[in-house]
Nanobody, 122 residues
Framework: DVQLVESGRGSVQAGGSLTLSCAVSGNRLNRMCVGWFRQIPGKEREGVGHIDNDGRATYAESVKGRFTISSDNAKNTLFLQMNSLKPEDTSVYYC?????????????????WGQGTQVTVS
């Protein structure tokens, strides 16, 4: 089974930066579509961005130019670098993965999920 474990939760001031990590086991990162979502209580989980097995990244408009998704294939770890953080970025962030390729930033397109990690921007 594929397992995803996020780390890097934290609280930062607006304008600051934070990096989240997602350790992947059970499959090679570079064979999967992997990405990040976020969710606040009472709202639907929304896509932040994903990266395909060729390393091409797609981002939601709300984070484009501020967030960067990258991976370390040797460590089988995914990263989300978040810069110029805003209070509206406060959310629980989830790592997600799918074996069959990238088909868009929709929760239905991802079969594996991490447990989530809290990011608070004040």
């Amino acid at each position: 089974d594929v397992q995803l474990v996020e780390s890097g939760r934290g609280s930062v001031q607006a304008g600051g930066s934070l990096t989240l990590s997602c350790a992947v086991s059970g499959n090679r990162l570079n064979r999967m579509c992997v990405g990040w979502f976020r969710q606040i209580p009472g709202k639907e989980r929304e896509g932040v961005g994903h990266i395909d097995n060729d390393g091409r990244a797609t981002y939601a408009e709300s984070v484009k130019g501020r967030f960067t998704i990258s991976s370390d294939n040797a460590k089988n770890t995914l990263f989300l670098q978040m810069n110029s953080l805003k209070p509206e970025d406060t959310s629980v962030y989830y790592c997600a993965a799918e074996d069959w390729g990238c088909f868009g930033l929709d929760t239905n397109n991802f079969g594996y999920w991490g447990q989530g990690t809290q990011v608070t921007v004040s």
